[in-house]
Protein backbone atom coordinates (compact mmCIF):
# COMPACT_ATOMS: atom_id res chain seq x y z
CA UNK A 1 0.00 0.00 0.00
CA UNK A 2 3.31 2.43 0.38
CA UNK A 3 3.57 5.39 2.66
CA UNK A 4 0.90 8.03 2.68
CA UNK A 5 3.33 10.69 4.71
CA UNK A 6 7.05 10.96 4.20
CA UNK A 7 8.83 13.27 6.27
CA UNK A 8 12.42 13.67 5.12
CA UNK A 9 14.98 15.01 7.47
CA UNK A 10 18.21 16.74 6.81
CA UNK A 11 20.09 17.60 10.10
CA UNK A 12 22.18 20.14 9.47
CA UNK A 13 21.36 21.05 5.58
CA UNK A 14 22.27 24.58 4.25
CA UNK A 15 19.07 25.79 2.47
CA UNK A 16 21.07 28.20 0.65
CA UNK A 17 23.39 26.22 0.01
CA UNK A 18 21.14 23.48 -1.75
CA UNK A 19 19.58 26.60 -3.72
CA UNK A 20 23.06 27.65 -5.44
CA UNK A 21 23.04 24.24 -5.93
CA UNK A 22 20.15 23.75 -7.80
CA UNK A 23 20.42 27.06 -10.04
CA UNK A 24 23.86 25.67 -11.08
CA UNK A 25 21.97 22.74 -12.75
CA UNK A 26 22.49 20.47 -10.00
CA UNK A 27 20.44 18.19 -7.22
CA UNK A 28 17.54 17.15 -9.96
CA UNK A 29 15.77 15.80 -7.23
CA UNK A 30 15.85 18.80 -4.72
CA UNK A 31 14.81 21.04 -7.16
CA UNK A 32 11.97 19.00 -8.43
CA UNK A 33 10.81 18.69 -4.92
CA UNK A 34 11.04 22.20 -4.19
CA UNK A 35 9.41 23.23 -7.42
CA UNK A 36 6.29 21.52 -6.78
CA UNK A 37 6.23 22.29 -2.73
CA UNK A 38 5.66 25.01 -0.51
CA UNK A 39 8.63 26.79 0.92
CA UNK A 40 9.43 28.52 4.08
CA UNK A 41 12.52 29.89 5.61
CA UNK A 42 12.49 28.64 9.10
CA UNK A 43 14.51 31.00 11.56
CA UNK A 44 15.72 29.62 15.13
CA UNK A 45 14.22 31.08 17.83
CA UNK A 46 17.20 33.63 19.27
CA UNK A 47 20.48 32.21 20.52
CA UNK A 48 19.37 29.06 20.06
CA UNK A 49 21.23 25.81 18.38
CA UNK A 50 20.83 22.72 16.83
CA UNK A 51 19.26 20.95 19.82
CA UNK A 52 16.40 23.41 20.49
CA UNK A 53 15.49 23.48 16.27
CA UNK A 54 14.99 19.63 16.12
CA UNK A 55 13.20 19.19 19.55
CA UNK A 56 10.44 22.46 18.80
CA UNK A 57 10.01 21.48 15.73
CA UNK A 58 8.72 17.84 17.07
CA UNK A 59 7.02 19.20 19.92
CA UNK A 60 5.57 22.03 18.66
CA UNK A 61 6.52 24.29 21.56
CA UNK A 62 9.31 26.84 21.39
CA UNK A 63 12.27 26.18 24.17
CA UNK A 64 10.68 27.95 26.68
CA UNK A 65 8.10 25.17 27.39
CA UNK A 66 10.44 22.69 26.72
CA UNK A 67 13.22 23.66 28.32
CA UNK A 68 16.23 22.22 25.85
CA UNK A 69 18.91 24.40 24.04
CA UNK A 70 21.97 22.02 24.30
CA UNK A 71 22.75 18.08 24.92
CA UNK A 72 24.72 19.29 28.52
CA UNK A 73 22.43 20.75 30.83
CA UNK A 74 23.49 23.23 34.12
CA UNK A 75 21.70 21.66 37.15
CA UNK A 76 21.16 24.48 39.38
CA UNK A 77 20.74 22.01 42.65
CA UNK A 78 24.57 21.20 42.47
CA UNK A 79 25.67 22.74 39.36
CA UNK A 80 26.29 20.16 38.06
CA UNK A 81 26.50 19.83 34.24
CA UNK A 82 24.26 17.17 32.96
CA UNK A 83 23.68 15.04 29.42
CA UNK A 84 19.89 16.32 28.76
CA UNK A 85 18.55 13.24 29.22
CA UNK A 86 19.75 12.79 32.54
CA UNK A 87 18.42 16.15 33.43
CA UNK A 88 14.98 15.76 34.46
CA UNK A 89 13.93 18.47 32.16
CA UNK A 90 9.76 18.62 31.35
CA UNK A 91 8.67 15.82 29.14
CA UNK A 92 8.91 16.37 25.55
CA UNK A 93 5.43 14.89 23.53
CA UNK A 94 6.54 14.75 19.86
CA UNK A 95 3.82 14.82 17.03
CA UNK A 96 4.67 11.13 16.13
CA UNK A 97 3.78 10.10 19.78
CA UNK A 98 0.72 12.42 19.35
CA UNK A 99 -0.24 10.36 16.01
CA UNK A 100 0.69 6.63 17.56
CA UNK A 101 -1.67 7.29 20.61
CA UNK A 102 -4.21 8.16 17.64
CA UNK A 103 -3.55 4.41 16.09
CA UNK A 104 -1.61 5.69 13.02
CA UNK A 105 1.31 3.26 12.14
CA UNK A 106 4.55 5.71 12.00
CA UNK A 107 8.10 4.94 11.57
CA UNK A 108 10.49 7.45 13.08
CA UNK A 109 14.52 7.17 12.55
CA UNK A 110 17.22 9.36 13.60
CA UNK A 111 15.29 12.54 14.29
CA UNK A 112 17.68 14.71 16.48
CA UNK A 113 17.52 14.64 20.18
CA UNK A 114 14.07 12.87 20.12
CA UNK A 115 12.44 11.10 22.57
CA UNK A 116 12.79 7.50 22.09
CA UNK A 117 9.91 6.03 24.35
CA UNK A 118 8.23 2.97 22.42
CA UNK A 119 5.87 3.57 20.06
CA UNK A 120 1.73 1.17 20.21
CA UNK A 121 1.31 1.16 15.99
CA UNK A 122 4.83 2.03 15.00
CA UNK A 123 8.67 1.83 15.16
CA UNK A 124 11.61 4.39 16.78
CA UNK A 125 15.18 4.00 15.93
CA UNK A 126 17.29 6.07 18.08
CA UNK A 127 20.63 7.40 17.05
CA UNK A 128 21.26 4.77 15.00
CA UNK A 129 23.42 6.51 12.15
CA UNK A 130 23.38 9.83 14.21
CA UNK A 131 25.70 13.06 14.10
CA UNK A 132 28.63 12.06 16.49
CA UNK A 133 26.62 9.37 18.62
CA UNK A 134 27.38 10.37 22.26
CA UNK A 135 24.67 7.71 23.57
CA UNK A 136 24.09 4.10 21.95
CA UNK A 137 21.61 3.53 19.41
CA UNK A 138 18.20 2.32 20.63
CA UNK A 139 15.57 0.17 18.68
CA UNK A 140 11.74 -0.10 19.41
CA UNK A 141 10.70 -3.07 18.88
CA UNK A 142 13.95 -4.68 19.39
CA UNK A 143 14.00 -6.57 16.51
CA UNK A 144 14.47 -3.57 14.26
CA UNK A 145 18.15 -4.19 15.56
CA UNK A 146 18.74 -7.14 13.81
CA UNK A 147 16.86 -5.41 10.47
CA UNK A 148 19.25 -2.86 10.23
CA UNK A 149 22.20 -4.86 10.99
CA UNK A 150 21.33 -6.55 7.73
CA UNK A 151 22.36 -2.81 6.31
CA UNK A 152 25.28 -2.20 8.26
CA UNK A 153 27.14 -4.27 10.88
CA UNK A 154 27.70 -0.93 12.94
CA UNK A 155 27.55 2.44 12.00
CA UNK A 156 30.85 3.73 9.72
CA UNK A 157 31.81 6.84 11.73
CA UNK A 158 30.30 5.57 15.52
CA UNK A 159 33.54 6.60 16.99
CA UNK A 160 33.11 10.38 16.06
CA UNK A 161 35.62 12.71 14.49
CA UNK A 162 36.98 14.16 17.85
CA UNK A 163 37.68 11.10 18.97
CA UNK A 164 41.69 11.12 17.86
CA UNK A 165 43.80 13.16 15.75
CA UNK A 166 42.89 13.34 12.10
CA UNK A 167 45.96 15.29 10.76
CA UNK A 168 46.91 14.92 6.48
CA UNK A 169 44.66 14.63 3.67
CA UNK A 170 44.70 10.90 3.62
CA UNK A 171 42.74 10.63 7.13
CA UNK A 172 40.79 13.38 6.69
CA UNK A 173 39.38 11.65 3.53
CA UNK A 174 39.01 8.47 4.85
CA UNK A 175 37.13 9.48 7.44
CA UNK A 176 35.15 11.68 5.18
CA UNK A 177 34.68 8.58 2.68
CA UNK A 178 33.01 6.74 5.59
CA UNK A 179 30.51 9.74 6.39
CA UNK A 180 29.24 9.51 2.59
CA UNK A 181 29.06 5.88 2.67
CA UNK A 182 26.34 6.17 5.53
CA UNK A 183 24.19 8.06 2.82
CA UNK A 184 23.72 4.99 0.71
CA UNK A 185 23.17 2.48 3.48
CA UNK A 186 20.40 4.84 5.17
CA UNK A 187 18.70 5.44 1.71
CA UNK A 188 18.72 1.29 0.60
CA UNK A 189 16.88 0.80 4.79
CA UNK A 190 14.73 3.89 4.18
CA UNK A 191 13.33 3.28 0.19
CA UNK A 192 13.01 -0.60 1.72
CA UNK A 193 10.92 0.46 4.79
CA UNK A 194 8.94 2.68 2.58
CA UNK A 195 7.94 0.25 -0.18
CA UNK A 196 6.88 -2.83 2.64
CA UNK A 197 6.29 -0.86 6.01
CA UNK A 198 2.21 0.06 5.19
CA UNK A 199 3.06 3.30 7.02
CA UNK A 200 0.93 6.66 7.52
CA UNK A 201 3.70 8.43 8.39
CA UNK A 202 7.52 7.86 8.06
CA UNK A 203 10.16 9.93 9.59
CA UNK A 204 13.41 9.37 7.54
CA UNK A 205 16.51 11.72 8.90
CA UNK A 206 20.08 12.11 7.68
CA UNK A 207 22.79 13.81 9.66
CA UNK A 208 25.77 13.47 7.13
CA UNK A 209 25.20 17.60 6.18
CA UNK A 210 25.99 18.29 9.89
CA UNK A 211 29.30 16.13 9.56
CA UNK A 212 30.49 17.06 6.72
CA UNK A 213 29.44 21.22 7.87
CA UNK A 214 31.07 21.23 11.03
CA UNK A 215 34.57 19.30 9.80
CA UNK A 216 35.17 20.20 6.05
CA UNK A 217 33.57 23.25 5.33
CA UNK A 218 36.74 24.98 4.86
CA UNK A 219 37.74 23.08 2.12
CA UNK A 220 34.89 24.49 0.18
CA UNK A 221 36.29 28.36 0.04
CA UNK A 222 40.02 29.25 -0.39
CA UNK A 223 39.63 32.31 1.52
CA UNK A 224 39.18 30.18 4.84
CA UNK A 225 41.82 30.53 6.87
CA UNK A 226 41.88 27.25 7.89
CA UNK A 227 42.11 26.03 3.98
CA UNK A 228 44.44 23.98 2.69
CA UNK A 229 45.29 22.91 -0.69
CA UNK A 230 46.68 19.21 -0.50
CA UNK A 231 43.41 18.36 1.36
CA UNK A 232 41.23 20.24 -0.54
CA UNK A 233 42.48 18.26 -3.65
CA UNK A 234 41.81 15.00 -2.33
CA UNK A 235 38.43 16.18 -1.22
CA UNK A 236 37.00 18.64 -3.75
CA UNK A 237 34.02 20.55 -3.03
CA UNK A 238 33.20 18.48 0.09
CA UNK A 239 29.75 19.59 0.88
CA UNK A 240 29.14 19.63 -2.95
CA UNK A 241 29.50 15.98 -3.01
CA UNK A 242 27.50 14.94 0.33
CA UNK A 243 24.51 17.19 -0.70
CA UNK A 244 25.05 15.14 -4.32
CA UNK A 245 24.75 11.93 -2.57
CA UNK A 246 21.44 13.14 -0.95
CA UNK A 247 20.04 14.44 -3.64
CA UNK A 248 20.18 10.77 -5.42
CA UNK A 249 18.98 9.39 -1.70
CA UNK A 250 16.07 12.15 -1.83
CA UNK A 251 15.27 10.58 -5.60
CA UNK A 252 15.20 7.01 -4.15
CA UNK A 253 12.87 7.70 -1.35
CA UNK A 254 10.31 9.97 -3.20
CA UNK A 255 10.14 6.79 -5.78
CA UNK A 256 9.78 4.10 -2.69
CA UNK A 257 7.06 5.96 -1.07
CA UNK A 258 4.92 6.03 -4.30
CA UNK A 259 2.98 8.45 -6.09
CA UNK A 260 0.42 9.44 -3.70
CA UNK A 261 2.96 10.41 -0.96
CA UNK A 262 2.57 13.33 0.77
CA UNK A 263 5.92 14.70 1.00
CA UNK A 264 7.82 17.25 3.35
CA UNK A 265 11.50 18.07 3.97
CA UNK A 266 12.99 19.30 7.59
CA UNK A 267 16.44 20.36 6.93
CA UNK A 268 18.68 22.92 9.55
CA UNK A 269 20.05 24.57 11.09
CA UNK A 270 22.23 25.46 8.15
CA UNK A 271 25.90 25.84 8.44
CA UNK A 272 28.91 28.61 7.91
CA UNK A 273 32.67 28.59 8.96
CA UNK A 274 32.48 28.63 13.20
CA UNK A 275 33.46 32.01 14.38
CA UNK A 276 32.94 31.61 18.23
CA UNK A 277 34.50 32.62 21.42
CA UNK A 278 33.00 29.90 23.73
CA UNK A 279 36.40 27.94 24.18
CA UNK A 280 36.93 30.97 26.05
CA UNK A 281 33.75 32.24 27.36
CA UNK A 282 33.52 31.08 31.05
CA UNK A 283 37.25 32.96 31.12
CA UNK A 284 35.75 36.23 29.18
CA UNK A 285 32.78 36.02 32.00
CA UNK A 286 34.90 35.84 34.71
CA UNK A 287 36.67 38.64 33.94
CA UNK A 288 33.76 40.68 33.43
CA UNK A 289 32.44 39.16 37.34
CA UNK A 290 35.59 39.56 39.02
CA UNK A 291 37.59 41.57 37.03
CA UNK A 292 40.44 41.64 34.80
CA UNK A 293 43.24 41.22 37.84
CA UNK A 294 41.44 38.77 39.73
CA UNK A 295 43.06 35.25 39.53
CA UNK A 296 42.37 32.75 37.11
CA UNK A 297 39.23 29.97 37.55
CA UNK A 298 40.55 27.00 38.72
CA UNK A 299 38.92 25.01 35.57
CA UNK A 300 40.91 27.96 33.21
CA UNK A 301 44.19 27.01 35.50
CA UNK A 302 43.47 23.22 34.85
CA UNK A 303 43.12 23.67 31.32
CA UNK A 304 46.07 25.68 31.01
CA UNK A 305 48.17 23.10 32.60
CA UNK A 306 46.69 20.39 31.09
CA UNK A 307 47.92 21.93 27.63
CA UNK A 308 51.17 22.61 28.78
CA UNK A 309 51.65 19.22 30.15
CA UNK A 310 49.78 17.06 27.19
CA UNK A 311 50.99 16.56 23.67
CA UNK A 312 47.89 17.62 21.38
CA UNK A 313 47.86 14.17 20.12
CA UNK A 314 46.84 12.74 23.46
CA UNK A 315 45.01 15.37 24.56
CA UNK A 316 42.73 14.53 21.65
CA UNK A 317 41.92 11.16 23.59
CA UNK A 318 41.71 11.97 26.69
CA UNK A 319 39.24 15.33 26.18
CA UNK A 320 36.23 13.66 27.51
CA UNK A 321 37.84 13.04 30.69
CA UNK A 322 39.31 16.40 30.80
CA UNK A 323 36.11 18.09 30.00
CA UNK A 324 34.52 16.10 33.06
CA UNK A 325 37.60 17.36 35.29
CA UNK A 326 37.25 20.90 34.25
CA UNK A 327 33.43 21.23 34.66
CA UNK A 328 34.09 19.39 38.34
CA UNK A 329 36.49 21.93 39.26
CA UNK A 330 33.91 25.07 37.74
CA UNK A 331 31.16 23.63 40.11
CA UNK A 332 32.87 24.20 43.02
CA UNK A 333 33.77 27.21 41.96
CA UNK A 334 29.95 28.37 40.48
CA UNK A 335 28.63 28.61 44.00
CA UNK A 336 30.45 31.94 45.06
CA UNK A 337 30.30 33.89 41.79
CA UNK A 338 27.63 36.14 40.80
CA UNK A 339 27.02 34.62 36.99
CA UNK A 340 29.17 32.01 35.04
CA UNK A 341 29.27 30.17 31.82
CA UNK A 342 27.67 27.22 30.82
CA UNK A 343 28.34 24.69 27.51
CA UNK A 344 26.22 25.59 24.53
CA UNK A 345 26.15 25.32 20.72
CA UNK A 346 28.73 27.73 19.36
CA UNK A 347 26.75 30.06 17.76
CA UNK A 348 26.12 31.18 20.93
CA UNK A 349 27.78 31.65 24.52
CA UNK A 350 25.53 31.03 27.44
CA UNK A 351 24.92 32.63 30.75
CA UNK A 352 23.40 31.63 34.09
CA UNK A 353 23.03 33.92 36.63
CA UNK A 354 23.17 32.81 40.36
CA UNK A 355 19.90 33.96 41.33
CA UNK A 356 18.52 33.44 44.96
CA UNK A 357 15.96 31.43 45.44
CA UNK A 358 16.24 29.83 42.10
CA UNK A 359 19.97 27.99 42.22
CA UNK A 360 20.81 26.42 45.41
CA UNK A 361 23.69 28.63 46.54
CA UNK A 362 22.24 32.22 44.57
CA UNK A 363 24.06 35.52 45.32
CA UNK A 364 21.96 37.53 43.06
CA UNK A 365 18.58 38.92 43.98
CA UNK A 366 16.05 39.00 41.70
CA UNK A 367 14.35 42.39 41.03
CA UNK A 368 16.76 45.44 40.64
CA UNK A 369 20.34 43.78 41.14
CA UNK A 370 19.26 40.72 38.82
CA UNK A 371 18.58 43.89 36.10
CA UNK A 372 21.72 45.80 36.73
CA UNK A 373 23.76 42.34 36.92
CA UNK A 374 22.49 41.74 33.11
CA UNK A 375 23.38 45.40 31.88
CA UNK A 376 26.67 44.70 33.30
CA UNK A 377 27.35 41.63 31.80
CA UNK A 378 25.68 42.84 28.47
CA UNK A 379 28.43 45.48 28.93
CA UNK A 380 31.15 43.68 29.82
CA UNK A 381 31.06 41.53 27.24
CA UNK A 382 30.29 43.40 23.99
CA UNK A 383 33.66 45.39 25.03
CA UNK A 384 35.43 42.71 23.72
CA UNK A 385 36.69 43.46 20.03
CA UNK A 386 37.42 41.09 17.45
CA UNK A 387 41.46 42.61 16.06
CA UNK A 388 40.49 40.82 12.59
CA UNK A 389 37.14 43.24 12.10
CA UNK A 390 37.71 45.82 14.58
CA UNK A 391 34.45 45.24 15.97
CA UNK A 392 32.25 43.68 18.83
CA UNK A 393 32.67 40.17 18.91
CA UNK A 394 28.67 40.07 19.59
CA UNK A 395 25.96 40.25 17.11
CA UNK A 396 23.31 40.25 19.31
CA UNK A 397 21.93 39.86 23.32
CA UNK A 398 19.22 37.61 23.79
CA UNK A 399 18.14 38.35 27.37
CA UNK A 400 15.78 34.97 27.88
CA UNK A 401 13.68 36.48 30.51
CA UNK A 402 12.47 39.40 27.44
CA UNK A 403 13.24 37.69 24.59
CA UNK A 404 11.69 33.64 24.95
CA UNK A 405 8.12 33.37 26.04
CA UNK A 406 7.15 30.05 27.73
CA UNK A 407 6.69 28.77 31.66
CA UNK A 408 9.88 26.67 31.38
CA UNK A 409 12.25 29.42 30.46
CA UNK A 410 14.17 29.51 33.59
CA UNK A 411 15.56 25.85 32.69
CA UNK A 412 17.20 27.88 30.09
CA UNK A 413 20.42 30.40 30.41
CA UNK A 414 19.56 33.86 31.47
CA UNK A 415 21.75 35.39 28.29
CA UNK A 416 22.32 33.92 25.11
CA UNK A 417 25.31 35.82 23.55
CA UNK A 418 25.22 35.67 19.59
CA UNK A 419 28.97 35.62 18.10
CA UNK A 420 29.69 38.36 14.83
CA UNK A 421 30.45 36.05 12.14
CA UNK A 422 30.07 38.83 9.33
CA UNK A 423 33.21 39.65 6.79
CA UNK A 424 35.35 37.17 8.66
CA UNK A 425 37.08 34.40 6.75
CA UNK A 426 38.50 32.77 10.35
CA UNK A 427 37.34 31.52 14.13
CA UNK A 428 38.44 34.33 17.00
CA UNK A 429 42.05 33.57 17.83
CA UNK A 430 41.98 35.90 20.59
CA UNK A 431 39.30 38.99 21.65
CA UNK A 432 40.64 42.11 23.19
CA UNK A 433 38.81 44.47 25.56
CA UNK A 434 40.38 47.89 26.63
CA UNK A 435 38.95 47.25 30.30
CA UNK A 436 39.42 43.40 30.74
CA UNK A 437 42.26 42.64 28.46
CA UNK A 438 43.29 40.20 26.03
CA UNK A 439 41.99 36.28 25.72
CA UNK A 440 43.36 34.20 23.80
CA UNK A 441 40.74 31.52 22.07
CA UNK A 442 41.40 28.35 21.99
CA UNK A 443 41.45 26.72 18.03
CA UNK A 444 38.68 24.13 17.85
CA UNK A 445 38.23 20.77 16.22
CA UNK A 446 35.19 21.57 14.74
CA UNK A 447 35.56 24.50 11.13
CA UNK A 448 31.81 24.60 10.59
CA UNK A 449 28.63 25.47 13.11
CA UNK A 450 25.19 26.32 12.66
CA UNK A 451 23.43 29.32 11.27
CA UNK A 452 20.17 30.33 12.47
CA UNK A 453 18.16 29.47 9.48
CA UNK A 454 16.35 26.26 8.44
CA UNK A 455 14.09 25.27 5.49
CA UNK A 456 10.50 23.66 5.18
CA UNK A 457 9.02 22.04 2.42
CA UNK A 458 5.59 21.06 2.32
CA UNK A 459 2.99 19.59 0.06
CA UNK A 460 1.61 22.36 -2.25
CA UNK A 461 -2.26 22.36 -0.05
CA UNK A 462 0.22 24.47 2.68
CA UNK A 463 0.99 27.19 1.12
CA UNK A 464 -0.97 29.33 3.34
CA UNK A 465 0.55 27.83 6.79
CA UNK A 466 2.60 30.36 8.63
CA UNK A 467 5.74 28.35 9.16
CA UNK A 468 8.56 30.91 10.61
CA UNK A 469 10.17 28.80 13.61
CA UNK A 470 10.82 25.46 13.83
CA UNK A 471 7.66 25.08 16.22
CA UNK A 472 5.50 25.65 13.84
CA UNK A 473 6.17 23.04 11.25
CA UNK A 474 4.40 20.74 13.26
CA UNK A 475 0.34 21.80 13.03
CA UNK A 476 0.87 21.36 8.85
CA UNK A 477 2.51 17.36 9.51
CA UNK A 478 -0.14 16.69 12.06
CA UNK A 479 -2.77 17.98 9.64
CA UNK A 480 -1.48 16.12 6.83
CA UNK A 481 -1.47 12.28 8.62
CA UNK A 482 -5.14 13.33 9.93
CA UNK A 483 -6.54 13.91 6.12
CA UNK A 484 -7.39 9.93 6.09
CA UNK A 485 -8.05 7.31 9.51
CA UNK A 486 -5.21 5.38 10.45
CA UNK A 487 -4.76 2.07 8.57
CA UNK A 488 -4.60 0.26 11.78
Known sequence: MGTKTLIIGLDGADRRFIDRMIAAGE??????LRDRSATFEVENDPGQGNVQFWTSAAAGVGPGHHGRYFYLVFNPENYDILLDYNSGLPQVTPFWRRLDDEGYRTGVVDWYGMPHAPLKNGIIMHRWFAQDPYTPSVFHPPEMA??????????????????????????????????LGRIGIKASFFADQLRDGDFDLYVACFSEAHNVGHYYIQYEDEKNALYDAETAAAIPNPLKECYRRLDKAVGDLIAAAGPDASVFVLGGPGMEPLVSANAAFDEIVRRVDAGVGAPLSSSETARRTYHSLIPKGLRNRLAPIARLFRRRLAKN??????????????????????LKGREKYGVVAQGNEYRSVIEEIREGVTSFINPATGRSIVRRVVETAQDIDGPNRDLLPDIFIEWDRMDTHGDFGKVVSEKFGEVVVPPKTRTGDHTPFGFFWAPPAFASASVAKPEDVTAPILACVRKAPPRS
Do not use: M, Q, T, W
Not at 27 to 32: E, G, I, Q, T
Not at 152 to 174: N, V, W
Not at 333 to 354: L, Q, T
Open 333 to 354: AYHGRRFFAVPHNDNSGAIRIN
Open 27 to 32: LPHFKR
Open 146 to 179: DVAAKYAAEDPIAEGFGSRPREGAAALKEFYDRI
